[in-house]
């Protein structure tokens, strides 16, 4: 007879063939294991019952045998009294480990085990390499207690309350029923508490009130970054306290690509107003924003930024920027000296700053150029044009152009109300058509760059407010929009190398950072 052969690919593919009760028995194993653990976890863990914690009723039980117990030879009264002291040993669980009785805490001697015989939380504590895990008192597991210990407190709840148009901080209070008299407390409590006088309709007051309607805790966003707290005080009545968030300082980057106008796309990348103009101040000496920008000239900026839980909560200082201007690049880095002096230079060390504003009026336009040859509009004939006029709304400020000594402030025939500052015995500037000069200004007071020297009117021989404005070299007039103005003083040699450390970081941030913000908007 010839028989099949078990080849090894089918032990393989199929295993050692099992009788029946072998595979029962395969299958039972793990099962009975996991039982036997399971129970042995149990067994462990689980907390003694304290020997005081027990019935009045097992106590009297352990006393009776207890008693019953001993030599026939001793009397009643030995019995009664062995008894008792063994009764009370095991109750309170304080044994004399040299004593003759110490045995006997876990068996009575006719061998029947007592309540405190068998604790397996006090053997567990025993085996583990740890302090014990079991009050013996309680049976609570220590761990637990210890977490509801540390645990902090339930934080109250707070109805919130919107400030609405018209509000009054009575109408408010009473929305979160809190009586009149309450509020007059809180609003008199401090001089902190003024703050709330500054609300807006939007505004969200924060109340924690109890149940017998006594306010607890009052909170208010004051900004972003201060936090008022009134808070009920049991001697004191109200106490009150500002919380100031702490804000990480961050250098980040902005850039983006001029379509429509520089103050969009701008604010596309995440500039602010005040960002935007101090940009425009930094570049206002190397090109005309109003005529100079083109549609895809590129910008880039590193500033600095406050966060708060990785929020942007408020924008800084310009660190360095950069301007590209059709086929011209300008870039400014931001240096301070060691005497406090701040500016903002090439990466050469050239000062961007010149000695001269083009533009002594902000957005203003050009309403007369520079022109020897021009019909005068009130006069009716030709005759020169030795100045720039910039048209602009009656009462706008007028600045310096550059720092100098006032030579002049008064009325000078036909210019009207007229201001004449001469600067480093070479250059002077004329100012005309005011509608009144600054306050303080006097013959030979001394002024600053960009300092406000009056505003603009008609004063004068002129058709509308503007203001008139000249420059002179050596007593030469020039055209101010055109002329080759003198630059500030640039970084001395001596000055370079802490220049170059003290730029260096910003301004490969410039370049990297600029390069990946503008491809990445090219992607979108």
């Known amino acids: 007879m010839q028989g099949t052969r078990l080849t090894d690919l089918d032990f393989k593919l199929d295993g050692p063939r099992l009788s029946q009760r072998d595979r029962f028995r395969k299958r039972l194993t793990p099962i009975f294991y996991g039982i036997v653990l399971i129970g042995l976890v149990i067994g ?77 939380g006090m053997f567990l504590d025993a085996m583990l390499p740890m302090p014990n895990l079991h009050d013996g008192a309680t049976g609570e597991l220590l761990v637990f207690r210890r977490i509801m210990e540390l645990a902090p407190e339930q934080e109250p709840e707070f109805q919130t309350v919107t400030v609405r148009s018209g509000d009054t901080l009575a109408a408010i209070f009473s929305r979160a029923g809190i009586s009149a008299q309450e509020t007059h407390r809180v609003v008199n409590a401090d001089e902190r508490v003024r703050g709330l006088r500054r609300i807006y309709p939007g505004d969200e007051l924060l109340f924690h009130v109890d149940d017998e309607g006594n306010l607890q805790t009052l909170r208010y966003a004051m900004d972003s970054v201060r936090t008022l707290v009134v808070e009920r005080h049991p001697e004191d009545g109200f106490t009150t306290r500002i919380v100031e968030e702490v804000l990480e300082t961050r250098v980040v980057e902005a850039a983006g690509t001029i379509d429509r106008s ?63 201007n059709g086929n011209r690049r300008h870039t400014a880095l931001r240096f301070e000296q060691e005497d406090g002096t701040v500016g903002y230079y090439g990466a050469d060390g050239e000062n961007l700053r010149k000695a001269f504003i083009r533009r002594p009026v902000q957005n203003a336009r050009i309403s007369s150029g520079f ?27 007028i600045m310096a152009a550059g720092a100098g000594r006032v030579i002049h402030v008064g009325r000078k025939g036909g210019y009207g109300h007229t201001v004449i500052i001469e600067h480093n015995n070479r250059y002077r500037t004329l100012y005309a058509h005011m509608s ?85 908007r090219d992607d979108d």
Do not use: C
């Open 44 to 120: 462990l863990a689980r907390a003694p019952l304290p020997a005081n914690l027990l019935p009045d009723d097992t106590s009297t039980e352990t006393r009776e045998r207890t008693a019953s117990t001993g030599s026939d030879n001793q009397t009643t009264d030995k019995t009664d009294k062995s008894a008792t002291e063994q009764a009370e040993k095991t109750t309170t669980g304080k044994i004399d480990p040299d004593s003759d009785t110490a045995d006997t805490r876990q068996t009575d001697q006719d061998g029947t085990g007592t309540a405190a015989a068998w604790q397996p």
């Open 371 to 397: 022109d020897r040859n021009r019909m005068h509009p009130v006069l009716g004939k030709r005759r020169p044009h030795l100045g720039t006029d910039f048209a602009a709304p009656t009462g706008t400020p």
């Open 262 to 324: 520089l103050f969009v796309s701008a604010r596309r990348a995440g500039l602010n107003q005040r960002q935007i103009m101090q940009f425009m101040s930094i570049f206002e000496w190397q090109l005309d924003f109003n005529r100079d920008i083109r549609q895809g000239d590129t910008f880039s900026v590193v500033y600095e930024a406050e966060f708060l839980d990785d929020e942007q909560v408020s924008a800084g200082r310009i660190l360095a920027a950069k301007l590209v």
């Open 436 to 520: 009144r000069y600054a306050s303080g200004l006097s013959n030979g007071s001394r002024v600053e760059q960009g300092e406000v020297i009056g505003y603009v009117g008609r004063s004068g021989m002129a058709t509308g407010p503007h203001l008139h404005y000249e420059f002179l070299v050596e007593g030469n007039h020039y055209d101010p929009m055109s002329v080759d103005l003198p630059t500030g003083e640039s970084i001395p040699a001596g000055k370079m190398t802490a220049f170059r450390q003290q730029t260096a970081g910003v301004l490969a941030q410039l370049q990297d950072g600029a390069e990946t913000q503008l491809a990445m």
